[in-house]
């Protein structure tokens, strides 16, 4: 092949490129993949070193040159694998022009375990007669990295499909392409009635206004969103409220366009607006509670002033209507007896009326009726001997009743004078 005259660039000549049959040979050698050059009847009229390297290694004459490729791929596929027909059928279908490439990939077992390869065979371009390039490029890294990612989907699949919480995935055209167990449950339809049906969204959420509202809320927000509630209705019609949390932007997941998980909170949801309910109940009732206790306030003053008012007029009668009678039937001549029993009945009168009478109340409340009767006489300073003849006791009985009086008053360890005690008390 002749050598290229340079061309000039930015102004200066290149140099001329050797461009003969040997710079072609060594960069073929240099390709990393098995190449070999066929003519229009499939004989092999050049290979590149690897092929030979791998023609060597497997007990094979590694100059190849003058067999026929395609023969040797017939043979193959009368006693081997398929894929040997169809690689013969493949070139074949180049060398005619039908196809203007032909790929396969095919899998093969060696010493050093099973390896993938890539089979390319296309015409070679420039004038002349017809030559195809078949080329086996060693795609095991590859395969073995696909089969990687495979299983870690099938893992993935298989942790999403068993997960107690629901995942939903969609692709580019928003059509749900994964619909998992915790899904089907909660929302009575099964992956088969959600999955890639373009009416899904509908049959979740029914409501035109509401899905439409929500898809908004969804453009708006990105793919980027944490307890987020949304009422799905069920199959059976029932409303499930649900959180739903949509991380796939920052963990994409090869094959998804979005994703989420989500949490049935209809019982959680339930709950709350039972026990806000019941706090405004309470609040109602403890408002009521203080209208009546307000009122309650206002009837208990008003009773109380009345009651102020029943005793002084109480205390107005008997100023007008006893007292003065009182009066007049002491000056009557009366005997000592009687006249003590009228000063009872006037002093008692007195207490009746007197602003200390709630006094009275808690000591009749600790004393008999009988030491009250004796308690009376001695505040108005009558012996033992005197009380005994009005009350037609005993000295020892009144003796009795004034020691029990002493102790319910708290004064038997006291020498405080219970008549002066008494006298003070009233």
């Keep these: 092949m002749p050598k290229q005259s340079g061309k000039k660039r930015n102004g200066r000549p290149s140099p001329a490129l050797p461009w003969n049959g040997r710079l072609a040979r060594r960069l073929l050698d240099s390709w990393p993949a098995r190449v070999a050059i066929l003519d229009s009847s499939g004989v092999i009229v050049h290979v590149n070193k690897p092929w030979a390297d791998f023609a060597r290694d497997q007990g094979l004459d590694h100059d190849q040159t003058g067999r026929n490729y395609l023969t040797v791929r017939d043979q193959a596929a009368e006693s081997g694998p398929n894929e040997a027909a169809e690689a013969a059928a493949g070139i074949r279908s180049v060398i005619r022009g039908v196809t203007p490439v032909f790929l396969k990939e095919y ?204 005793i002084k007029d109480m205390a107005a009668t008997l100023e007008k209507l006893v007292f003065p009678y009182l009066e007049r039937f002491q000056q009557t001549g009366l005997d000592k007896e009687q006249a003590v029993f009228l000063e009872v009945v006037r002093s008692n009168l007195d207490r009746i009326i007197s602003p200390l009478a709630s006094r009275l109340t808690g000591l009749e409340s600790s004393l008999t009726p009988a030491e009250i009767e004796v308690a009376e006489l001695l505040r108005l300073g009558k012996t033992s001997g005197q009380i005994a003849g009005l009350l037609n006791l005993s000295i020892p009985t009144v003796s009795t009743h004034r020691s029990n009086i002493r102790r319910k008053l708290g004064l038997t360890h006291n020498k405080i004078n219970l008549k002066s005690y008494l006298r003070g008390f009233f």
């Design 107 to 310: 899998a093969c077992s060696g010493p050093a375990g099973r390896s993938w390869f890539l089979m390319r065979a296309t015409r070679l371009a420039g004038p002349g007669s017809t030559l195809i390039v078949v080329s086996h490029e060693d795609i095991t890294e590859r395969k073995l990295a696909e089969e990687e990612l495979r299983a870690s989907l099938d893992r993935l699949y298989f942790i999403g499909q068993n997960m107690p919480v629901l995942l939903e995935a969609f692709d580019a055209d928003r059509h749900i392409i994964v619909w998992n167990r915790e899904a089907e449950r909660v929302s009575g339809y099964s992956a088969g009635e959600i999955v890639g049906n373009p009416r899904a969204l509908e049959l979740l959420y029914p409501d035109k206004a509401y899905r439409e509202y929500m898809l908004n809320e969804v453009k708006k927000r990105g793919y980027d969103f944490r307890d987020w509630e949304w009422e799905i209705t069920r199959k059976d019609g029932s409303i499930r409220t649900i959180s739903w949390f949509n991380v796939s932007r920052h963990f994409p997941i090869p094959g998804w366009n979005s994703w989420a998980i989500g949490v049935d909170i209809t019982d959680r949801v339930k709950a709350k607006r039972e026990l806000e309910a019941k706090e405004r109940e309470l609040q109602l009732h403890a408002e009521k509670l203080k209208e009546i206790n307000t009122a309650l306030k206002v009837l208990l003053d008003q009773r109380e002033q009345e009651k102020r008012q029943q």
